[in-house]
């Protein structure tokens, strides 16, 4: 690891680890998903979007994947918390079309750039 990319990774992991799984921010977010997706996301979508693949990056507990589950054909979920992923794994579990990542936080790695 070069030293930019140690760089990357010490950043990436001080913005990363308040978001574990003690945090109580999720619960809170989890209550205004609704309104949010209602008053403020999804009238900014044009109806074409291509939703194929589908990818909700830095994930949480999922609050936003569960909405992107309602367009999505296929959706990879990452996160730089691996506590998220497995929190996202149970939440999703019979879902067939989901993929999850745990990611370092400062590209796509492991995503297949077609």
């Given at each position: 690891?070069d ?42 979508l ?15 507990h999922g ?52």
């Open positions: 690891m030293y930019r990319s140690s760089s990357l990774e010490h950043l990436a992991r001080y913005s990363g680890d308040p978001w574990g799984p003690q945090s109580a921010y999720y619960a809170k977010a989890e209550e205004q998903m609704k309104w949010c997706w209602d008053h403020l996301i999804g009238p900014f044009p109806d074409d979007i291509n939703y194929e693949d589908t990818l909700d990056l830095a994930a949480g609050r936003n994947s569960e909405y992107l589950l309602k367009f999505a054909q296929r959706l990879t979920i990452m996160d730089i918390q691996s506590s998220n992923i497995e929190f996202c794994r149970s939440r999703f579990a019979a879902q067939e079309n989901v993929t999850y990542h745990v990611c370092n936080g400062y590209d796509l790695q492991p995503i297949d750039r077609k």
